[in-house]
């Protein structure tokens, strides 16, 4: 098969695939702003499970899925001290309610996007464009946080958080302008009708020694819609929300 | 009023309190295994809202609810390193709740205890025994961690939540054991009842990025009893011990 001069295809394969991981250490590091150490760490950050459940179920720990619960909490950790320093007289409502709103799903997609993880992360083909519908791209980032936080440690996943996602991307001031956006504008446009707003709070126990707090919007003691949240601010921001929607306001 | 050879009034109180802070310098040190740097930190997180809330509603930020924030997430990402770790074949949705069995409230209460953190919590006496009874131990736990993080890094509050935490108090394979016992125990008796059992599963999207599940426990296709969890896994297990009950195994 082989004509004279052509090299090995062994040699050509590791050839490709030494390239290949230069050039994927070199991406790396321009992402997260120093060179990697354990380059598999990575790799493992940027499979989503489509790919590995070709391969079946025994492997789905070679996925990203198992970074991506690490560095979820790590970006959480970071987040929290970020805010906790930045609004000193803040209380834990607003700070949880301002976390959530950092690193919720669609938050995460955009900045995950912003520093360009989309192509870094591999897809199965097949599902490719369904898949990449939803979070892929959040839950690399989440991933890639868990992955620094191994190979380099905790500050060095700080350094990552806070300066190449937080600071250059996240505007905290419109956050919180949006955040007390709905509910004043409900109560606004409340009045403008002559008609009273207020928000009927439950709060149920869920497992994980968790609270779920549901907030109805009564308006004129009729109620209008319901919100779920970790927090009542939450779920009354929730509530506002839905409210506006089906007021058509 | 003073009479001779009696100290000044003001000397005392002066002594009393550089004593006092001497032993409650001491006391964390004896809890934390290190010797704290700022002492106000821990002051704070041993200070319930209900000492504060005399002080009127501005002086909030003085209770130990921010550095709660602050000391849950910090928790959360040494636990879930630690069963990262400890369990490399496990999937995401094991670990999410596992964790959540170990940072639950309840959890945390037990190990405030153990570590004899209700000699320190300051509660307002009025109300005291009201709030002592729901999860002002293990808040103040939360706190501590927070504090500890603040006043001596990440490794620290790592090594703190691992050697006088979790490696001594937190039986792991006794908690996977319980994890497991609902389902299949369900399922047992459904076996020697001649009846099947199969879970009807649900979820929904949740403000702030989470899914939120619902499991519905089918008893030959009569539902019996519904639980709710941020993971399949948790809903089912709810749901499954909320069944046992329901019927009376």
Redesign the interface.
């Known amino acids: 098969m082989l004509r004279p001069g052509q090299p090995l295809p062994l040699f050509g394969f590791f050839r490709r695939l030494l390239g290949q991981d230069r050039a994927f250490r070199q991406a790396i590091a321009t992402v997260i702003g120093r060179t990697p150490d354990n380059v598999r760490l990575y790799h493992l950050a940027f499979t989503h499970s489509s790919v590995v459940r070709q391969q079946g179920d025994t492997a789905?720990?070679q996925s990203n899925?198992?970074l991506?619960?690490?560095g979820?909490?790590?970006l959480?950790?970071v987040?929290?001290?970020y805010l906790?320093r930045k609004f000193?007289?803040?209380?834990?409502g607003f700070?949880?309610e301002l976390r959530?709103?950092i690193?919720?799903?669609?938050?995460?997609n955009g900045l995950a996007l912003k520093i360009g993880l989309d192509k870094l992360v591999q897809l199965d083909p097949a599902q490719g464009r369904a898949a990449r519908s939803r979070s892929v791209n959040g839950n690399a980032l989440e991933a890639l946080v868990?992955a620094i936080?191994?190979d380099q440690g905790?500050?060095a996943a700080?350094k990552f958080v806070l300066t190449r996602l937080i600071k250059p991307f996240i505007d905290v001031k419109s956050l919180i302008e949006t955040t007390a956006n709905f509910k004043s504008k409900l109560i606004e446009w409340a009045q403008r009708q002559g008609k009273t707003i207020r928000y009927d709070l439950t709060g149920q126990p869920?497992?994980?020694?968790?609270m779920?707090f549901s907030a109805t919007v009564m308006l004129d003691d009729e109620p209008v819609a319901t919100?779920?949240?970790?927090s009542k601010k939450?779920a009354e921001?929730?509530a506002a929300e839905r409210a506006l929607a089906a007021l058509g306001v």
Chains 1, 2 share one sequence.
């Open positions: 789905r720990h899925e198992r991506e619960f690490l979820d909490a790590v959480g950790a987040v929290a001290e906790f000193p007289y803040e209380q834990e700070l949880t959530s709103r690193v919720n799903r669609e938050s995460l868990g936080y191994l905790y500050k700080r869920r497992s994980g020694g968790v779920e919100g779920m949240g970790l939450q921001q929730l």
